[in-house]
């Protein structure tokens, strides 16, 4: 029995602190701090961490992944090219290996594609998406593709549609003082799911054109682009292009063009 089982033993019989220090001649304080100790568990590891000769690289390795995201896949560091550029830019201090490279790039870029949370999107009353698509029509009996311009609430899932023979900036405005005479309103904010026909996307800024520009401003209603690579914010729009495209079914309709368009806002 151990000295430790010994003192637990006593004090399970009712000994005293100082009837145990002098049965087993031990201090009184040693007697009481095991007296007083409950938790007996063995201490948990501690895990030291171990210095690489990485170290001192893995911030400049840091920034030249940063860098990549704003470049084509093929124009990024590998793994080969970062120890490379190691060895040759820091030729007397860098000794470490390719494989450890190797293992901290790959780790570095799981951390960097992991996957992001998102919230439902909530619309509001007066707030609508924008989106073009395309459909097959037969004018003259001629087939031909035509664009159209689809408006939709996704507050009360309603929808109007406009064809054109074109998707420019001149199409999207007539299309939009059409479907607000048809509506006989504004929509007070518009969600484009691109920047085509609108303006032209750079990076992250839209510069839209200035025909454009003066409709929303004649009109009041304020623009707001999704981001192309973000999918979940592109919501009801994409999903009411497909419903508009339906009614032309899988064989062009012998409608005409002409016709289809005379109704300034088709319901979708």
């Given amino acids: 029995m151990t000295t430790i089982e010994q003192i637990k033993a006593l004090q399970t019989e009712g000994w005293t602190v100082s009837a145990i220090a002098q049965e087993l001649g ?6 009481r701090k095991y007296m007083i100790q409950e938790d007996f568990s063995l201490p948990t590891p501690v895990a030291r961490p171990r210095r690489s000769q990485l170290d001192a ?10 860098d990549d995201q704003r470049h084509r896949f093929k124009q990024r560091h590998t793994a080969r090219r970062i120890h490379k550029r190691l060895q040759e830019e820091f030729p007397t201090s860098y000794t470490g290996s390719y494989v450890g490279v ?36 037969v004018e003259d009996h001629v087939e031909i593709v035509v664009k159209f311009l689809v408006l939709t609430f996704p507050f009360s899932n309603a929808g109007y549609m406009q064809l054109f023979r074109g998707e420019t900036a001149e199409c999207v405005a ?10 006989e309103g504004v929509p007070r904010r518009l969600v484009f799911d691109n920047a085509s026909g609108v303006g032209r996307r750079i ?7 200035e025909l454009f520009r003066r409709v929303a401003l004649h009109y009041g209603f304020e623009t707001t682009f999704c981001n192309p690579y ?10 009411s292009g497909v419903l508009a495209q339906e009614p032309f079914g899988s064989r062009a309709p012998h409608t005409g063009f002409n016709r289809v368009q005379r109704d300034p806002a088709a319901h979708v």
């Fill in 174 to 183: 007539q299309g939009l003082v059409d479907i607000f005479a048809r509506i």
């Fill in 230 to 239: 973000a999918g979940h914010e592109k919501g009801y729009g994409k999903q």
């Fill in 57 to 66: 690289f893995k911030a400049t390795i840091d920034a030249w992944l940063a």
């Fill in 203 to 209: 990076g992250d800024v839209v510069r839209m054109t």
């Fill in 102 to 137: 190797q293992r901290y790039v790959k780790k570095q870029r799981r951390l960097m594609t992991a996957p992001t949370g998102t919230m439902d999107l909530v619309w509001h009353p007066g707030e609508c998406q924008v989106d073009f698509g395309e459909a097959d029509v």
């Fill in 26 to 31: 031990l201090d009184r304080k040693t007697v």
